[in-house]
Nanobody, 128 residues
């Protein structure tokens, strides 16, 4: 059974930091682009960040650029999302996702349709 399991969420004050991790089991995603999405109450799930299969390219939503950093460790089959300077607008459930195509054009990293495997999500709450 293929699983993506997120961890590292929690409650933090505005200006603080959190580090999310996503571990894969059931199969290797070391050759798959990976992404992070988030969904706030009453809103659609939105793109946050993505990374190419080899870690050579990263992509960020404008709202998190300069504050969030995505990385991957293919040896450990994990991806991470370092989140700094958090603000209440970052409050959401954060989802890890894996794409099925190894090589995708830049614009497709931002699309939910590109990702087939999804984790259950981890809650991030930022208090003001």
């Amino acid at each position: 059974q293929v699983q993506l399991v997120e961890s590292g969420g929690g409650l933090v004050q505005a200006g603080g930091s959190l580090r999310l991790s996503c571990a894969a089991s059931g199969r290797s995603f070391s050759t798959n682009p990976m992404g992070w999405f988030r969904q706030a109450p009453g809103k659609e799930r939105e793109f946050v960040a993505a990374i190419s299969w080899n870690g050579g390219s990263t992509y960020y939503a404008d709202s998190v650029k300069g504050r969030f950093t995505m990385s991957r460790d293919n040896a450990k089959t994990t991806v991470n999302l370092q989140m700094n300077s958090l603000n209440p607008e970052d409050t959401a459930v954060y989802y890890c996702a894996a794409a099925t195509r190894r090589f995708i054009v830049s614009r497709d990293y931002y699309s939910r349709k590109e990702y087939e495997y999804w984790g259950q999500g981890t809650q991030v709450t930022v208090s003001s």
